[in-house]
């Protein structure tokens, strides 16, 4: 895709991935609309950006989990800087729990951010690039569900993932006759917020997680190929990372 002047829309861009994300977008020329709940750290990612030159960034809060937020976010877009060209789909947050302990609003949150709010939102866009024959929807989803069986402590975390894999692989072979592109991100543990909040991860793997940069090559990669071919699914997962390794702890509480 050439993309000095291009719009696209990036959700959870205010910070993390996300932020890296609109970051490289607006300095290859794209104009880029950031989403998250946050205005202040918003309005800070979109000053920093615009500061850089080059795409324009506009700032929307938007909660991907709440559908006229999504209606807003496009329809501000739109606006602003015309048909979304680029969809990166990445809002999103983790819930660590022993299942039997996690409270049940986690439930309801995981749903609607990390699952509803990509699909909803892909919905919003879709028939603008049917219309126009082209579009990119690019989606972070996560190296966990390449884990079988999933992580121990990410029950409904990962499997809403692995739901939200299969939903964007059948998307990928029904847009492919509209010339949109979509595509899979699967990255494995990656140094931001998001993983500053986990358990059970030591100081020393910390300093081994993957950059964020690591993931935007992914989506640079992903916007690069030719137009007769597209990246279904990238997987780039840590090298030397133990915490990562799939192993099923015996923790097992015998009666008395
Ligand atoms: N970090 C990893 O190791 C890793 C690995 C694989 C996949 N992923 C996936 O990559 C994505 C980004 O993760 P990250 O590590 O960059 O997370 P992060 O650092 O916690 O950033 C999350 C971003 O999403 C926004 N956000 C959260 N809930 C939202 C909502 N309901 N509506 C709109 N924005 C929302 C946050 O801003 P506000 O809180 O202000 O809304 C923030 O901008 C997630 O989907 C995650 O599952 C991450």
Do not use: W
């Given at each position: 895709m050439d993309l000095p002047g291009k719009t696209a829309v990036i959700t959870g861009a205010?910070?993390?991935?996300?932020?890296?994300?609109?970051?490289?977008?607006?300095?290859?020329?794209?104009?880029?609309?950031?989403?998250?709940?946050?205005?202040?750290?918003?309005?800070?990612?979109?000053?920093?950006?615009?500061?850089?030159?080059?795409?324009?960034?506009?700032?929307?809060?938007?909660?991907?989990?709440?559908?006229?937020?999504?209606?807003?976010?496009?329809?501000?877009?739109?606006?602003?800087?015309?048909?979304?060209?680029?969809?990166?789909?990445n809002a999103g947050v983790t819930s660590q729990f022993a299942f039997n302990e996690q409270p049940f609003e986690e439930f309801e949150k995981l749903?609607?951010?990390?699952?509803?709010?990509?699909?909803?939102?892909?919905?919003?866009?879709?028939?603008?690039?049917?219309?126009?024959?082209?579009?990119?929807?690019?989606?972070?989803?996560?190296?966990?569900?390449?884990?079988?069986?999933?992580p121990r402590d990410f029950l409904v975390y990962s499997s809403l993932k692995h739901g939200l894999r299969k939903f964007l692989k059948g998307l990928f072979w029904s847009m492919r006759d509209h010339g949109i592109k979509v595509t899979t991100l699967l990255p494995g543990v990656t140094d931001s917020d998001l993983t500053s909040s986990l358990k059970d991860i030591t100081q020393e793997q910390s300093e081994r997680l993957m950059d964020p940069e690591t993931v935007v090559d992914m989506v640079m990669y992903a916007l690069s190929v030719p137009v007769n071919a597209c990246p279904l699914e990238l997987a780039v997962i840590n090298q030397q990372t133990p915490w990562t390794k799939p192993t099923i702890d015996f923790k097992q509480q015998l009666a008395k």
């Open positions: 205010s910070k993390g991935i996300g932020k890296a994300i609109a970051a490289r977008l607006a300095a290859s020329g794209v104009n880029v609309v950031l989403a998250a709940r946050t205005q202040a750290t918003l309005d800070q990612t979109v000053a920093e950006i615009n500061e850089r030159g080059s795409g324009k960034a506009l700032g929307v809060a938007c909660d991907v989990g709440k559908m006229e937020d999504l209606e807003n976010l496009v329809n501000t877009t739109k606006s602003a800087f015309g048909p979304v060209d680029i969809l990166v789909n749903v609607h951010t990390n699952y509803l709010g990509y699909v909803r939102l892909i919905r919003l866009v879709i028939n603008d690039m049917i219309e126009r024959k082209q579009g990119a929807i690019i989606n972070s989803v996560s190296g966990s569900t390449l884990v079988d069986p999933i």
